[in-house]
């Protein structure tokens, strides 16, 4: 055993040091033993978080997702919604970074930006985002997810930052 001589204050920082360093490597390195490994494999399914979607005039997507190693996602998303004279439509992507993964539940980071029109209307959005996506014994190949975060969407000539997540933002992909 290896004894560092240190004084009683230097033994507060170091405690606290160590402390704050194991922190920071249990949230930045993902526990990849117990992670479900997802690598190469494609989900498809739907989701609703688009700032073009609400709960009157909903427009879900459906939505491709693509695992490129344990750690990082892409999805595609593109939806649409047309009738009453108020088309809508959706065509976005997104990544995603697992940085807590347990058996059958992965919790990430991710980022995304997407083109809507609504009704004659259309613009950009922006998210930031962290969420979920679980799965249940026996039913490995279905993932459910839910996100909360913030985006900035341009529809027309108006700008809006909001959070997400206020109600239900969630999406189900099937895993090839």
């Known amino acids: 055993m290896i004894r560092i001589p240190l004084s009683r204050g230097q033994t507060g ?24 490994n997802l690598t190469g494999r494609l989900g498809a399914g739907f ?40 088309d809508q439509f959706t065509l976005g992507g997104k990544f995603y970074r697992n940085v807590i993964m347990e058996p059958l539940l992965n919790f990430y980071l991710g980022g995304g930006a997407g083109w809507l029109k609504d009704g004659t209307d259309s613009g950009v959005e922006f998210k930031g985002f962290f969420g979920s996506e679980f799965f249940f014994q026996g039913l490995e190949s279905l993932g459910f997810s839910f996100e909360a975060g913030i985006r900035g969407t341009t529809l027309g000539d108006s700008f809006n930052l909001s959070f997400t997540g206020e109600l239900f933002n969630a999406g189900v992909h099937f895993y090839f």
Request: without cysteine; glycine residues 10%; proline residues 5%.
């Open 13 to 36: 920082f170091f405690y606290l040091f160590s402390l704050l360093l194991l922190l920071t490597l249990g949230i930045a390195s993902p526990r990849l033993s117990f992670a479900r």
């Open 47 to 86: 989701a609703n978080d688009w700032a073009n979607s609400t709960s009157s005039q909903p427009v879900p997507v459906l939505s491709g997702k693509y695992h490129l190693s344990r750690e990082l996602a892409v999805s595609g998303n593109v939806g649409a919604s047309i009738g009453d004279g108020s």
